[in-house]
């Protein structure tokens, strides 16, 4: 008996996901919150009856979550304010089991987790197709593959325009607009209006205005006018009759690698009523991800682009994916909206997600495998969700589950229209819910990542760890070391120094470099590469006063500043007003919950005075302020002052701030 009630794994997890199914669609069921939910919350008995199942709910999940040793609702009930920070929770907690889920599966099939890492420099492009999870039978529908290629050449390379990924806000790349009812906006700035016939004060204020309009042109969504004044299109008003696909073995599938076979298609797409698309994209060696691959199937053929050849003409796909008479059948189209926008600049007017459509049908489960189950029953695998895209040439395995993306995409489309209008009672109220929803996704911006001196603690919230000033000082210097490397060597940051390294080592302030490489397994090449910068940034951190952050502060933000840390510090005008007003600005911070305080730096230690920095302190100094950040303004003041609250004790050399006098201290200015 595997536990008690079940007599072996199967029977286990037959249960349990059939109450994660049933739970999932009983959630879908409940009242929509702004709608009809605030109408039911008017009755004493519903909310009598949401607030016990809520705790109960609270209380199971807690209950997991300790089960596993995450951080749980309720022990720290009190320092939670918000669904935001309950839901970061969520999220982590749901890391951390899935992690140990993944060591788990690699230790049952005896793989260990330390690959070696190849040496950067060009070998032609080998591919290791290697299975894991060998549990003897071989089901291929059970087995999975890991396809990655060793040394595959940098796609980038190649790229005709250089990727920005200076940390600026994204500028959508398009300079031609399809179907426009409104046309894009000039791209010059217009002069200062010097033949206006009005005071020159005046002029300035009008050049003030125009310069503004402009700027907020050009980051603006490109087909927001469009989009907005888009009305379902007729064909969608009816209920279909579900045209069955063609087998995938009798369809052409074109392999499409030339700017004259990309007319050839745009051409093709353009005399269609509806076309499916999808995606692959791949984010482990890029800064900010590259798109590899685009599926498009209609009724009749399945294409697959190369966007890695063909990325700076994909562009002329904006005709037929902006064209309002023409849908554009996607599957969970989230990520590749921002992704066509980011690496092509096409962006989709008319648009049907069928994964919108399967959670207004309650289907439980609205993955893409799901829907093919139950309409098409193709038993998919998404075994090559996580495959290396920049493989090429791409195997014949890869290039056939790419095509059974999107193949079966259009007839999921009419089965699930049917299905919405007969579940509407023979209306179309729920297929225009989807399609507006559709079309919500389509008017997302891709919003770049910013550095900004805050994104650090973004971070460091997430995790469980309350750090010591000196270990948070050197996850700062760590974190910023990571985002200036990751941009300039256009990697991911996971790449550069994953997460739970960064912890480690910020956590373990080693003193010697190779105490470092031992926090690092596998070591990652850049760190191996700059392990003499990352030893001064933790020779650096370790010079700071340690100042223990109490319990009671570490639901706050300590909030400090580079320059104040590193650079030319006086600590004589450090008064309770400034601190309020530094509390003031952090509130009116969206991004900011409560920045609070302080910090703590000696004089007489000669950290805080210009003259005497350290050459640690300079290169730290230097590599921080090569960050000029676009946001500061936004940000709060860069002056750090010590709270007159805070106790020194020479002894110990630790600052003792009591969060409680802070808060009386800061009371008055809120009013
Ligand atoms: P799909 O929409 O399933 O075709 O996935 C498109 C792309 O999303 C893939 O090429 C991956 O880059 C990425 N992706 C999909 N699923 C996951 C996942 N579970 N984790 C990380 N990336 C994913
Ligand atoms: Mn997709
Ligand atoms: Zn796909």
Redesign the pocket.
Known sequence: MFCPGFKDVDAFVKRGLGGVVAATKASGLLPQAGDEFDFYRSFPGFQDFCAVQGERLLHCMSQLMQHHGCRSFMKDRSKLTGLEERFDLVIESNDVILEKVGIMLDEASGVTRSQPVMPAGYQPPRIVVSSWNRKGNDHSGETFHLLHAKNIQRPQLKFKEKVDNSNTPFVAKIFVKPNAIKPLPSCELTERPEDLDVPPALADFIHQLRTQEHMDDMFSHPYQYELEHLVMPEILRSRPDPQLYKPLAETSCTFIETLEDLVALNEKLAKTTEFAV??????YRSFLGITCLMQISTREEDFIIDTLELRSEMYILNESFTDPTIVKVF??AD??IEWLQKDFGVYVVNMFDTHHAARSLNLGRNS?DHLLKLYCSVDSN?RY??AD?RIRPLPEEMLKYAQA?THYLLYVYDRVRADLFDAANGQSNLIQVVWSKSKDLCLKKYVKPIFTEESYMELHRKQKKSFNSQQLVAFRLLFSWRDKLAREEDESTGYVLPNHMMMKIAEELPKEPQGIIACCNPTPPLVRQQINELHQLIKQAREIPLLKVSEVLSGFILCSSESTLFGPHDTSHVSESDLMELSLQGSDNHNVPRVILLFLLKEDEGVGNSGHLTVAQQKACSILESFENPFRMYLPSKDIHISKNAKYDPSTKIYEVNIRTVEKTLDPSRQ
């Open positions: 999808d995606l692959e994209h791949h984010s599957h969970g990520s590749d893409l998404k969700q996580l895209w993306d």
